[in-house]
């Protein structure tokens, strides 16, 4: 089992800049990948970034340039720099770890985290 909590998120101009951040705890030595995803009312949820233990990234095509994933293996936490925010980047922003045990994939999801562009 792996525990995931987010932190950050919050109310931003558009053109404004925000932080995210998302540890995990548990079964970390299972964990492969970790990202976010992102929901806006209405609509599917959908990939922002991924990063994997070996520091591959992908991005969705609307956020690259714009956005960032990091990541510190020593504490299990996974970053997202947003910068250039847009009203559109308005969502719910959901933290995902994806674990492998037994060669057998798992997700986890943490709570969500309130992302509103607005002047």
């Known amino acids: 089992q792996v525990q995931v909590v987010e932190s950050g998120g919050g109310l931003v101009q558009p053109g404004g800049s925000l932080s995210l951040s998302c540890a995990a705890s548990?079964?970390?030595?299972?964990?492969?990948?970790m990202g976010w995803y992102r929901q806006a009312p209405g609509k599917q949820r959908e990939l922002v970034a991924t990063?994997?233990?070996?520091?591959?990234?992908n991005y969705a095509d609307s956020v690259k340039g714009r956005f960032t994933i990091s990541r510190d293996n020593a504490k299990s936490t996974v970053y997202l720099h947003m910068n250039s925010l847009k009203p559109e980047d308005t969502a719910v922003y959901y933290c995902?770890?994806?674990?492998?045990?037994?060669?057998?994939?798992?997700?986890?999801w943490g709570q969500g985290t309130q992302v509103t562009v607005s002047s």
């Open positions: 995902n770890v994806e674990s492998i045990v037994l060669l057998t994939p798992y997700d986890y």
């Open positions: 548990g079964n970390i030595l299972s964990i492969y990948s």
């Open positions: 990063i994997t233990n070996g520091g591959t990234t």
